[in-house]
């Protein structure tokens, strides 16, 4: 299996002649000398030996060079190089590269061809008796003891730094030195750029004639500069050139571009005329570091600078951005405020700005940005940090906007302007706003939003009976009661018991109902999820009423396919889908070559037709009124489908007798008890404790009547010695991600307190309401 890999990956057999007959092998050279039949030599260099030979002469001579020439022949990977051992490379082998090539093109080659990837497992494989010869490690110790995703990068900081310490970057290394800085990711084209710079700045120093030419337009420093637009992009490089704020690099590299000379002469020329720190603000803003833009702003602000020359002429004939028309520069807070606003830089403008009221326009719109962007409880924070005078209106709606009521109702009382009717009004308002955003499906929620608001109107609106009807509609019929009795109010006291009279009726009603309703959801359930589990089994698409295939070798195939998709990767069907791909891209190749021969389209086919003769344009419009849109198919449930079956176990949790429910109906009962009303209490213990009872026993006999079909299947089969197919085995072992939900569903007992209380309670007493 080994060799067979081996062949398949890299060491491919040679077709030749028939009849052709080895003479010789080579032994200082990777080549085999084949006799062919008509009586003539030929040399060949088969990759089965040009492998060795080359890791010869790395790993035991050393020789880098004879290596590399090799490589380059026989077209083998120059990533091999490192790849072998990185480690070793990295530590001798560089040095070595550097002494024995001396040819910068090879250099530059080898650079170049550096990728992320160990190629020994890829392109050039190693089997193990290979490196066992060489004593080189294992595939998994080398793998795992070099980080190759950062192979590049390691690679060519290595290169630069054995150049550097030797101060070997002169003229004949300094394009391997570029390659490496465009090879590494993400490339360090700035630093290149300056390295550009310094070495003409240097050449230029030393040379005679100096003031023929500047330093960065020599012929040298125009062909590295050449040669680094080779590796990337001119656009690339002349905005990098920008970013560095050195004009005349940036002119360098746009004069060997594709740049229009009328584009960026005028615009150079402009950056030129603006002050020091404007210039750098202008150059962020074209490039987009925000940022950067914004602390060029801060120093022009600070330095006070101010337009020299009237001439004011951007690239594309208009007054440049951020510049007024009179000329004037752009360098004020209110323009370093409108910069912070669009580009959302708050945190590093306050980082600039000391001053205590640009801090206070800048936490401002920070304020509005995040309530805008529905932070409203960030935004109220932000809005309470600021000192005096403190934001009224955007506290108070920042507060209500995040339902802070506690907030917004001690700031409305802090401030002077308000008076005891508007406060009254305004905590009524927030009070019924709080009410009708609560739902029933949320119980929680419910009681905690609603009683907050009877708080608001019990403490700023003085007005127990809307208080004590919020607490009724949160089910707290404990704190109505209390709060009424404190008011001295029995009317509304015995509303809170009426209230709870009447909730406990309805809930009698309601029980029986929801535990019938579980169990017949719970009964289609359980065939629902037979009958995706035996469609999962035979392969079936999303309908199980879509015909399978008919013949075995179909199902088989459908069945493996889809037991491997359940499990892993599966090589059947990976190649059904290939075959898939392929089918519909031949369509679509058919389809585009059809629309690539129309020269007029499809809205001029009858452009020369005669006037006299109007057959075909008649049709033509006809055919074009007939045409309808398609109306969306309606979301239906479909019967036995997947969706179905998620439905139905959501409906299962909303029915399930949760901890919410199980808390209301507690407090129910105990509050009814203690109203005395003992016969209502107890039937709505009984109709609980029934209910639940229905629902367990539901959900229990699924689950054994689950586990006993999957275990009478398999005595069968042992007991008749059938051996199940991958189909049977399956529909045997698979458990549906929504089964495990359903088997998992809790239904919350009535807590111990109250069956105490039952059981201490005589009948008679319960009958009687009382002695």
Same mark, same amino acid.
């Given at each position: 299996?080994?060799?067979?890999?081996?062949?398949?990956?890299?060491?491919?057999?040679?077709?030749?002649?028939?009849?052709?007959?080895?003479?010789?092998?080579?032994?200082?050279?990777?080549?085999?000398?084949?006799?062919?039949?008509?009586?003539?030599?030929? !040399?060949?260099?088969?990759?089965?030996?040009?492998?060795? &030979?080359?890791?010869?002469?790395?790993?035991?001579?050393?020789?880098?060079?004879?290596?590399?020439?090799?490589?380059?022949?026989?077209?083998?990977?120059?990533?091999? /190089?490192?790849?072998?051992?990185?480690?070793?490379?990295?530590?001798?082998?560089?040095?070595?590269?550097?002494?024995?090539?001396?040819?910068?093109? &090879?250099?530059?080659?080898?650079?170049?061809?550096?990728?992320?990837?160990?190629?020994?497992?890829?392109?050039?494989?190693?089997?193990?008796?290979?490196?066992?010869?060489?004593?080189?490690?294992?595939?998994?110790?080398?793998?795992?003891?070099?980080?190759?995703?950062?192979?590049?990068?390691?690679?060519?900081?290595?290169?630069?730094?054995?150049?550097?310490?030797?101060?070997?970057?002169?003229?004949?290394?300094?394009?391997?030195?570029?390659?490496?800085?465009?090879?590494?990711?993400?490339?360090?084209?700035?630093?290149?750029?300056?390295?550009?710079?310094?070495?003409?700045?240097?050449?230029?120093?030393?040379?005679?004639?100096?003031?023929?030419?500047?330093?960065?337009?020599?012929?040298?420093?125009?062909?590295?500069?050449?040669?680094?637009?080779?590796?990337?992009?001119?656009?690339?490089?002349?905005?990098?050139?920008?970013?560095?704020?050195?004009?005349?690099?940036?002119?360098?590299?746009?004069?060997?571009?594709?740049?229009?000379?009328?584009?960026?002469?005028?615009?150079?020329?402009?950056?030129?005329?603006?002050?020091?720190?404007?210039?750098?603000?202008?150059?962020?803003?074209?490039?987009?570091?925000?940022?950067?833009?914004?602390?060029?702003?801060?120093?022009?602000?600070?330095?006070?600078?101010?337009?020299?020359?009237?001439?004011?002429?951007?690239?594309?004939?208009?007054?440049?951005?951020?510049?007024?028309?009179?000329?004037? /520069?752009?360098?004020?807070?209110?323009?370093?405020?409108?910069?912070?606003?669009?580009?959302?830089?708050?945190?590093?403008?306050?980082?600039?700005? #000391?001053?205590?009221?640009?801090?206070?326009?800048?936490?401002?719109?920070?304020?509005? &940005?995040?309530?805008?962007?529905?932070?409203?409880?960030?935004?109220?924070?932000?809005?309470?940090?600021?000192?005096?005078?403190?934001?009224?209106?955007?506290?108070?709606?920042?507060?209500?906007?995040?339902?802070?009521?506690?907030?917004?109702?001690?700031?409305?009382?802090?401030?002077?302007?308000?008076?005891?009717?508007?406060?009254?009004?305004?905590?009524?308002?927030?009070?019924?706003?709080?009410?009708?955003?609560?739902?029933?499906?949320? /119980?929680?929620?419910?009681?905690?939003?609603?009683?907050?608001?009877?708080?608001?109107?019990?403490?700023?609106?003085?007005?127990?009976?809307?208080?004590?009807?919020?607490?009724?509609?949160?089910?707290?019929?404990?704190?109505?009661?209390?709060?009424?009795?404190?008011? !001295?109010?029995?009317?509304?006291?015995?509303?809170?018991?009426?209230?709870?009279?009447?909730?406990?009726?309805?809930?009698?009603?309601?029980?029986?109902?929801?535990?019938?309703?579980?169990?017949?959801?719970?009964?289609?359930?359980?065939?629902?999820?037979?009958?995706?589990?035996?469609?999962?089994?035979?392969?079936?698409?999303?309908?199980?009423?879509?015909?399978?295939?008919?013949?075995?070798?179909?199902?088989?195939?459908?069945?493996?396919?889809?037991?491997?998709?359940?499990?892993?990767?599966?090589?059947?069907?990976?190649?059904?889908?290939?075959?898939?791909?392929?089918?519909?891209?031949?369509?679509?190749?058919?389809?585009?070559?059809?629309?690539?021969?129309?020269?007029?389209?499809?809205?001029?086919?009858?452009?020369?037709?005669?006037?006299?003769?109007?057959?075909?344009?008649?049709?033509?419009?006809?055919?074009?009124?007939?045409?309808?849109?398609?109306?969306?198919?309606?979301?239906?449930?479909?019967? !036995?489908?997947?969706?179905?079956?998620?439905?139905?176990?959501?409906? /299962?949790?909303?029915?399930?007798?949760?901890?919410?429910?199980?808390?209301?109906?507690?407090?129910?009962?105990?509050?009814?008890?203690?109203?005395?009303?003992?016969?209502?209490?107890?039937?709505?213990?009984?109709?609980?404790?029934?209910?639940?009872?229905?629902?367990?026993?539901?959900?229990?006999?699924?689950?054994?009547?689950?586990?006993?079909?999957?275990?009478?299947?398999?005595?069968?089969?042992?007991?008749?010695?059938?051996?199940?197919?991958?189909?049977?085995?399956?529909?045997?072992?698979?458990? #549906?991600?929504?089964?495990?939900?359903?088997?998992?569903?809790?239904?919350?007992?009535?807590?111990?307190?109250? #069956?105490?209380?039952?059981?201490?309670?005589?009948?008679?007493?319960?009958?009687?309401?009382?002695?």
């Amino acid at each position: 299996d080994e060799n067979n890999a081996v062949v398949a990956a890299d060491y491919e057999p040679r077709n030749v002649e028939r009849g052709s007959r080895i003479v010789s092998v080579l032994r200082n050279k990777p080549m085999v000398i084949l006799q062919l039949p008509r009586g003539n030599l030929e !040399g060949v260099a088969p990759r089965a030996l040009v492998l060795p &030979h080359v890791l010869q002469q790395v790993i035991t001579n050393r020789n880098y060079k004879v290596a590399l020439e090799m490589m380059r022949q026989q077209k083998v990977d120059l990533n091999l /190089l490192v790849d072998w051992n990185p480690g070793e490379f990295l530590s001798q082998g560089a040095e070595e590269l550097l002494k024995q090539v001396t040819n910068v093109d &090879h250099l530059n080659l080898f650079i170049s061809s550096l990728r992320n990837e160990n190629v020994t497992q890829t392109r050039h494989f190693l089997p193990d008796w290979f490196r066992e010869e060489f004593g080189l490690p294992s595939s998994s110790d080398a793998t795992s003891a070099f980080d190759f995703s950062t192979k590049v990068n390691q690679v060519c900081q290595k290169l630069r730094s054995i150049i550097s310490d030797k101060a070997r970057v002169g003229q004949a290394l300094l394009l391997p030195v570029l390659s490496t800085f465009a090879k590494e990711d993400p490339p360090q084209l700035e630093a290149a750029l300056s390295l550009i710079q310094q070495k003409a700045v240097e050449e230029d120093e030393h040379s005679r004639n100096r003031n023929k030419k500047p330093p960065l337009f020599s012929e040298r420093a125009q062909s590295s500069i050449q040669y680094l637009a080779f590796l990337a992009n001119y656009n690339l490089l002349f905005d990098t050139a920008l970013g560095m704020y050195e004009l005349d690099l940036a002119r360098a590299v746009a004069r060997n571009s594709q740049m229009d000379p009328k584009m960026y002469l005028p615009l150079l020329k402009q950056y030129r005329e603006f002050p020091q720190f404007y210039s750098c603000y202008e150059i962020d803003m074209r490039l987009k570091r925000y940022p950067e833009a914004l602390r060029n702003m801060v120093k022009s602000i600070q330095a006070q600078e101010e337009m020299q020359s009237a001439t004011e002429v951007s690239a594309e004939g208009d007054s440049a951005p951020g510049r007024e028309e009179s000329g004037k /520069l752009a360098n004020s807070f209110h323009d370093a405020l409108t910069l912070i606003k669009k580009q959302k830089l708050h945190r590093l403008g306050l980082e600039l700005f #000391h001053e205590k009221g640009q801090q206070r326009e800048i936490l401002l719109d920070l304020g509005d &940005h995040l309530l805008n962007a529905g932070e409203a409880e960030n935004a109220l924070t932000i809005f309470l940090t600021m000192s005096e005078p403190m934001p009224s209106e955007q506290i108070l709606r920042a507060a209500k906007k995040c339902q802070d009521w506690r907030t917004y109702l001690s700031y409305l009382l802090s401030t002077t302007e308000t008076n005891d009717d508007d406060v009254q009004a305004k905590a009524r308002e927030v009070a019924q706003e709080m009410a009708s955003s609560v739902t029933a499906a949320d /119980l929680t929620r419910k009681r905690r939003v609603l009683s907050d608001a009877a708080l608001i109107l019990l403490d700023y609106c003085n007005d127990p009976s809307e208080a004590v009807d919020l607490f009724i509609q949160s089910e707290l019929w404990s704190e109505g009661q209390r709060v009424a009795m404190l008011h !001295g109010d029995p009317t509304l006291a015995q509303k809170c018991v009426d209230a709870a009279i009447a909730h406990a009726h309805a809930t009698i009603e309601a029980l029986p109902d929801r535990a019938t309703t579980f169990v017949s959801t719970m009964e289609r359930y359980s065939e629902v999820l037979k009958i995706r589990k035996e469609a999962y089994a035979r392969g079936e698409s999303e309908l199980p009423g879509v015909s399978p295939m008919n013949d075995d070798a179909g199902s088989l195939f459908s069945a493996a396919s889809q037991a491997s998709h359940l499990t892993g990767a599966s090589a059947t069907s990976a190649s059904s889908t290939g075959s898939s791909a392929s089918y519909s891209s031949v369509i679509s190749v058919s389809s585009t070559a059809s629309s690539a021969f129309s020269l007029t389209g499809s809205e001029q086919t009858y452009r020369h037709k005669s006037k006299y003769n109007q057959i075909g344009q008649k049709v033509h419009k006809n055919q074009k009124r007939k045409k309808k849109k398609k109306k969306p198919k309606p979301n239906r449930v479909i019967p !036995g489908s997947e969706k179905e079956l998620e439905t139905l176990q959501e409906s /299962l949790g909303i029915l399930c007798l949760d901890a919410s429910f199980m808390t209301s109906v507690s407090e129910c009962i105990v509050f009814l008890i203690r109203s005395g009303q003992i016969t209502v209490a107890s039937d709505l213990y009984e109709t609980y404790q029934s209910s639940l009872k229905k629902m367990r026993d539901c959900q229990e006999s699924r689950m054994k009547k689950s586990r006993e079909a999957r275990e009478q299947q398999e005595q069968v089969n042992r007991r008749e010695g059938i051996r199940p197919n991958a189909a049977e085995e399956l529909l045997l072992s698979f458990v #549906h991600p929504l089964e495990t939900k359903v088997d998992n569903l809790v239904f919350e007992v009535l807590p111990s307190s109250v #069956h105490r209380l039952f059981e201490y309670l005589p009948q008679e007493l319960i009958q009687e309401d009382g002695y």
